[in-house]
């Protein structure tokens, strides 16, 4: 697979002071940090913490209330002001949803919601479209029959990998993953996190990789931030942050995956 993608190169995400409040739930307070190109930055925290919110804020697909979200020194609000500026920042910035039951069409099979994007975004024909589509199916590990299937049909498992493949198949240079394995089984897992990693190491691209488990994050990130209702608690080296963390609430995180480790 990172043949075909060899040479991507990695956009420099900075995410400056940036909050975000629904109603009076604040979501995102003053969060700071920056996501480097060929970078692979694993998101940790429990539910609520803001890792989804962030996620959708660096996509566009939300604006921040404060701060700003800054790629390749140009701010995302002013990239995504034309149509041209929006398909050029989606081909580039690619989200791997956990809610895959919305995420696809129901109408539509995983042909037609796999080989438009590669004809929309990357200007593929038809053909080469489809047979992109098969490459990146086998990748993730599912049979190309599915791809005449339609959402209802497949397991959320087989779903949340249909996700990624759609993702991979315009081959990002950001991939951004929300809970990507959640819905998978251990060997599914382990698949799927060796080709997010690998698909990062080979081509450059930037990867950030949100998750509540730390096994997984950890193995796929070099960098790793902590976050805690809605703040950026820490951030550093992920063998360094889980050795010694400096934050109690990222100890607690730890101590607990040890705990589990070891039973």
Sequence with gaps: MANDSAGIQGAQ????????????????????????????????????????????????????????????????????????????????????????????????????????????????????????????????????????????????????????????VVRPSVLVCDEAVSALDVSAQGRVLNLVKTYAVETGATLVFISHGLPATAFVSEEMVVMYRGRLVERGDTDTLMAAPTDDYTAGLVASYRELAAT
């Design 13 to 168: 995400i900075v995410v400056d002071g940036v909050g975000k409040r629904y109603g009076r739930h604040t979501a995102l307070e003053s969060v700071t940090t920056t996501f480097d190109p060929g970078q692979r930055v694993g998101i940790v925290g429990e539910s609520g913490s803001g890792k989804s919110t962030l996620a959708r804020l660096v996509m566009g697909l939300e604006r921040p209330t404060s701060g700003a979200i800054v790629v390749d020194g140009l701010e995302l609000g002013q990239r995504l002001a034309t149509p041209s500026g929006r398909r050029d920042y989606w081909r580039r910035v690619q989200l791997v949803q956990q809610d895959t039951a919305s995420s696809f069409n129901p109408r539509f099979t995983f042909a037609r919601a796999l080989s438009v994007p590669a004809q929309r975004l990357l200007g593929l024909d038809l053909r080469a479209a489809e047979t992109e589509a098969a490459r990146v199916v086998d990748a993730v590990g599912l049979p190309d029959r599915l791809l005449e299937a339609r959402p209802a049909q497949l397991s959320g498992g087989q779903r949340q990998r249909m996700a990624l493949a759609r993702a991979l």
